[in-house]
């Protein structure tokens, strides 16, 4: 079936820090993916995606890169801030699906610290 | 900014009652979603709508839910006769296109405890 792992977290990091947040997919046919944000309070919003193999995705001095070879889509920032900290959400989305059904990953969970 | 709003922020309800969460989507948005996230879990699908009607629902959607808008502006999700298991966030979200696109527009959430 068509699913989304993401790695566990929480994630704790210093600001200025390096972050990957690991997401791997399983899925039939060709999909879009996507990483959502949820910041304290608010709800999810969405960061970057890519629709095609190889595609980058960028926002906010987030990337992800589409890794159909290792059917990867791993979110890394160079340097975190502690506005950063939110719930970070790895989702797919298959072609000519009827709606935009998202398939999320569980969330991981960053804090930055000053 | 448009946004989605989501009303209660959280209800608790007894096992058995009936329980509606209420949503109002981005005003010139086509199509609506429910989701839900049980504590731990992944946020999961649980049904589309557009122009009126169900275009799509997961198998969690069973008979205990269901999905109106009843005056053109909000966007409800019932269930009927609430179990301990239908304990989690759920989140609204509406977009303006369908397809893959995957620019779904989420509200806060609605968290619902069933005791």
């Known amino acids: 079936g068509n699913s989304v792992t993401q790695m566990e977290g929480p994630v704790t990091l210093s600001e200025e820090a390096f972050l990957t947040i690991n997401c791997t997919y399983t899925?039939?046919?060709?999909?879009?993916l996507f990483w959502y944000v949820q910041y304290p309070g608010e709800g999810l919003q969405l960061l970057l995606k890519?629709?095609?193999?190889?595609d980058k995705g960028s926002n906010k001095g987030f990337e992800a890169t589409y890794r159909k070879e290792t059917t990867s889509f791993h979110l890394e920032k160079g340097s975190v801030q502690v506005s950063d900290s939110a719930v970070y959400f790895c989702?797919?989305?298959?072609?000519?699906?009827?709606?935009?059904?998202?398939?999320f990953g569980t969330g991981t969970l960053l804090a930055v610290q000053p | 900014e448009p946004e989605v709003t989501q009303t209660p922020s959280h209800q608790v309800t007894q096992m058995g009652q009936e329980v509606i969460l209420r949503c109002v989507p981005i005003?010139?948005?086509?199509?609506f979603y429910w989701y839900r996230q049980i504590l731990g879990q992944k946020v999961e699908f649980l049904v589309s709508?557009?122009?009126?009607?169900?275009?799509?629902k997961s198998e969690i959607f069973d008979d205990q839910f269901s999905v109106e808008r009843p005056d053109g502006s909000n966007f409800t999700l019932k269930i009927r006769s609430t179990k301990l298991e239908d304990s989690a966030m759920y989140f609204c979200?509406?977009?303006?296109?369908?397809?893959?696109?995957?620019?779904?527009?989420f509200g806060e959430g609605s968290r619902l405890t069933v005791l």
């Open positions: 979200a509406s977009s303006r296109t369908s397809g893959n696109t995957g620019e779904l527009f």
């Open positions: 005003s010139n948005h086509l199509y």
């Open positions: 899925a039939t046919g060709y999909p879009s």
């Open positions: 709508f557009y122009n009126n009607e169900i275009s799509e």
């Open positions: 890519a629709t095609k193999a190889d």
């Open positions: 989702a797919l989305s298959l072609y000519g699906g009827a709606t935009n059904k998202l398939i």
